[in-house]
């Protein structure tokens, strides 16, 4: 597996490529809006940070309720789907105990990821959670036009993660800062990048095609979603092949930038009084 920086134009085996500062014994979270989104975005780098000596956590927000392809299947369906995310992310390397189900209704978790009145809310509940697990790397889906929670779990990635690390909320934990901020694609491409440039992610894994085959192994768990993932697998993985192996992409979110007034004070020297 072979981790790349385009921005840098840089490639090399150490997950510190995609991961700055990456050290061994490290958490890493993974939102997966859905049960099976993190393996379609993200199973390679989910791979990698098992790999490379870290601790992947999996974040699954919504139960799976809409996911029936019959009438038959409403009813246990949110149970099927819980026995398949165990099987298929446990394939990847992840134990049963860092997978995190936070059993919201899917189409529902635009409703909750704000903290609300409420005690209790998903906010909270990720902020302990993020702090209790010095999580330092959050890897969240796109909000670009993918999925109504797909969106709503890259809010959560971009405003409510932050807060893990802000002296706010004592009684949630002591602070615990982010490091790293990633988005993944599970459906569409990124929206179009700051620097207007032609390409949307910035950094990549190029993964060999046992990588992929592992991958497949743990998305093959998602039985009840075969509809949709046979789809998947024939058409969309196959467009990842490249020379020398599988393509996933990525984009570092650089949040709470500071301004740089330097440009502006400059600008103000030219613009003449009226």
């Known amino acids: 597996m072979e981790f790349i920086d385009f921005r840098r134009s840089i490639r090399g085996s150490g997950l510190e490529v995609i991961f700055p500062s990456w050290q061994a014994g490290e958490s890493a979270a993974f939102y ?17 940070v098992v790999e490379q000596g870290g601790a992947p956590y999996v974040l699954v927000f919504c139960r799976g309720d809409a996911g029936y392809s019959t009438p038959d299947e409403k009813t246990g369906i949110v149970a099927i789907r819980r026995e398949e995310t165990i099987r298929a992310y446990t394939a990847l390397g992840v134990p ?9 209704p899917d189409f529902g978790l635009m409703d909750q990821i704000g903290r609300g009145a409420a005690p209790g809310s998903l906010f909270d509940r990720l902020v302990v959670f993020l702090r209790l697990h010095h999580i330092g790397r959050i ?22 993660s932050p807060q893990a690390g802000d002296p706010i909320l004592a009684d949630l934990g002591p602070p615990s ?41 743990a998305l093959a768990a998602f039985a009840s979603q075969g509809l949709i ?13 490249t020379d020398g192996g599988y393509l996933e992409l990525y984009r570092e979110i650089g949040l709470r930038r500071p301004i740089d007034f330097g440009p502006y004070k400059k600008a103000l020297k030219s613009c003449r009084k009226i």
């Open 229 to 241: 993932m046979n789809k998947t697998v024939a058409a969309l993985r196959e467009k990842r092949k």
């Open 177 to 217: 800062p982010i490091a790293t901020y990633l988005q993944y694609g599970v459906w569409s491409d990124f929206s179009p990048g700051p620097d207007g440039g032609p390409l949307a992610a910035d950094k990549a894994i190029l993964a060999s095609s046992d990588d992929e085959a592992a991958v497949r192994l």
């Open 32 to 48: 997966s809006p859905h049960d099976d989104d993190a393996a379609l975005g993200a199973g390679y780098l989910v791979r990698a």
């Open 96 to 104: 049963v105990s860092n997978i995190v189900a936070f059993d919201v």
């Open 139 to 160: 890897v969240f889906t796109s909000g670009n036009f993918e999925h109504w929670d797909h969106t709503a779990a890259s809010y959560a990635g971009i405003y409510t």
